[in-house]
């Protein structure tokens, strides 16, 4: 936990109550730039593991995909995608799991992060 508050604290995003504070309409339009590899509303893997039920759920758990050995490692070490972890993976991955096969490099806009949280929690919340 320590490495992820001063995580949170080098990429400047702020603790869980600005996350709560998230629009999933807004959050489902930011989503777009993840469909290509991620599903949040079928439970269908695709180049990444899907997304349906991920806030809150232990790293690396997704029946079915394989990740990969940086990622397993961080599952291992006990982490969960609660806000704040996703928060700081969504900004920019490999600062958190350094050898992540994701490609994508991260959000720029806290905005965007905290809506596509706010999705990732509800989908069916997004109108």
């Not at 320590?2 to 080098?10: D, E, F, K, M, S």
């Not at 397993?72 to 928060?87: I, M, S």
Request: glycine share 8%.
């Amino acid at each position: 936990m320590r490495v992820l508050a001063a995580a949170c604290i080098t990429l400047g995003i702020l603790a869980s109550p600005a996350l709560a504070e998230g629009d999933a309409t807004k959050g489902a339009k930011v989503f777009r730039k993840c469909k290509a590899c991620h599903t949040a509303t079928e439970e269908k893997n695709k180049i990444g593991p899907s997304l349906v039920g991920i806030v809150d759920r232990p790293v690396a758990t997704v029946e079915g995909f394989k990740y990969s050995k940086a990622m397993k490692e961080f599952g291992a070490e006990g982490n969960d995608w609660n806000a704040e972890t996703l928060a700081l993976y969504l900004k920019k991955p490999k600062a958190l799991v350094k050898k992540t096969s994701m490609a994508f490099a991260g959000l720029k806009k806290d905005d965007d992060i905290i809506n596509i949280i706010a999705y990732l929690q509800d989908p069916s919340a997004a109108n």
